[in-house]
């Protein structure tokens, strides 16, 4: 039998960017933002003109892309004779992962869908890594192992500057009887902590700038890191100050450690 090519497919949180999506050939199958009765499709405003929609009276709600979006972007390429591999965001964060699951189906062995346990930068470099590897031949078996295994060695860390973002999207929920009980008791900044598909609290400080010293110190202790991306919104000179240092004190090349500003679902 004749081995097929493989191309990847993934969400919008993979904050990929439009040269990687072109240079990679990868599929973005976009999450949807609302404001009220206008929706967007993830990318088709930029961050400035997110942000400036979120001061405004109807408070951001994100959506999964439709089980037809991803049947589009599956049968595209298995028309075209390929495999497909689709990563997608948590599926605790999302339901992006069952919808890609099930628009599969109709697919049979040709695609598999693999929820990636995180999201941005997390996501895009398992997609990345798939991606190149596809384009020197390899099976659709060997990169779902090349990224479950990078599913495993990721981690990610959020402090949260304020709760309100996330109560309103309710994302943690999971989460927010533990926070609310200590904020009865104390003016705290959490600490979240993503890996292997799950989230939790992974601790809290007094200070915002006390929490980032907690991210700090808990990435060095994962050493030795192969690389480490540094998430924000609307942060970008606060970003760069801390991937300058975390990169000089983790001995990394600085080129090893990327600055992201996340999208839409990472911010709300």
């Not at 999971?174 to 926070?179: A, K, R």
């Not at 890996?195 to 809290?204: H, K, P, R, S, T």
Request: aromatic share 8%; hydrophobic share 45%.
């Amino acid at each position: 039998m004749t081995k097929k090519q493989v191309k990847v497919v993934t969400d919008s949180t993979s904050d990929l960017s439009h040269s990687e999506m072109e240079r990679l050939e990868v599929t973005v199958v976009p999450l949807s933002v609302s404001f009220g009765p206008e929706v967007f499709y993830d990318g088709q405003l930029s961050k400035d003109e997110y942000w400036e929609k979120a001061q405004g009276p109807f408070w951001p709600r994100t959506s999964q892309p439709s089980l037809g979006a991803f049947e589009r972007a599956f049968a595209q390429h298995v028309e075209a004779g390929y495999d497909v591999l689709c990563l997608t965001l948590l599926t605790r964060y999302s339901g992006t992962y069952g919808t890609a699951c099930a628009a599969a189906h109709k697919f049979g062995d040709r695609v598999r869908v693999l929820d990636s346990g995180t999201v941005s930068a997390g996501l895009a470099w398992q997609v990345i890594a798939a991606a190149e590897e596809a384009a020197r031949a390899a099976e659709l078996d060997d990169l779902a192992h090349l990224t479950a295994d990078m599913a495993r060695r990721t981690r990610l860390y959020a402090a949260l500057d304020t709760i309100e973002n996330v109560r309103r999207g309710g994302r943690l929920d999971n989460l927010m009887p533990m926070i609310d009980r200590l904020l009865r008791v104390f003016d705290l900044k959490f600490v979240i902590m993503m890996a292997n598909g799950q989230i939790g609290l992974a601790g809290a400080a007094r200070s915002y700038g006390r929490a980032l010293e907690r991210i700090r110190e808990e990435a060095l202790e994962q050493a030795p890191l192969e690389k480490i991306a540094v998430l924000h919104t609307r942060a970008q000179e606060r970003a760069t100050a801390f991937a300058d240092a975390l990169a000089e004190e983790a001995g990394l090349n600085r080129e090893l450690v990327c600055v992201v500003e996340g999208g839409p679902v990472l911010a709300c």
